[in-house]
């Protein structure tokens, strides 16, 4: 399928999809006259990308996991393994520094209430 149909497929634009395929995500061959062709499995590998994507990961976090995808062992486990946990663990440290944030911003709607409570007050 050329690059249109798969961004209509998959809900990605054309742009994003060359996107993938410039940091090594996706793959495709070239026509004789330099048209882009992917191949079905391709559709469900831009939805991985998209979950990756939507979970926070980079496009080389991504590119990392790969070859434990598309070629399973041992060694490809382990160190997809390591990856995972290590972003895992990035995003456990930016979901404390968010909750720290969303914190600080209730003691600050706190105060403006109470400080406009006292401006509302009758005197």
Do not use: K, W
Not at 12 to 26: C, I, P, T
Not at 78 to 100: G, P
């Amino acid at each position: 399928m050329r690059i249109g149909e798969l961004a209509a497929r998959t809900g990605v634009s054309v742009r994003s999809l060359r996107y993938y395929e410039q940091q090594g995500l996706l793959t495709s061959t070239r026509s004789a006259s330099g048209q882009r062709h992917y191949t079905a499995d391709e559709v469900e590998r831009v939805g991985f990308i998209q979950r990756m994507f939507a979970a926070g990961l980079s496009s080389s976090t991504i590119a990392d996991l790969f070859p434990c995808i598309d070629s399973p062992g041992e060694e490809t486990s382990e160190a997809a393994e390591r990856r995972m946990v290590q972003e895992r663990d990035r995003l456990t440290d930016h979901i404390a520094e968010l909750i720290r944030t969303r914190d600080s911003l209730d003691q600050l709607i706190a105060v403006n209430r109470a400080h406009r409570a006292t401006l509302a007050a009758p005197n």
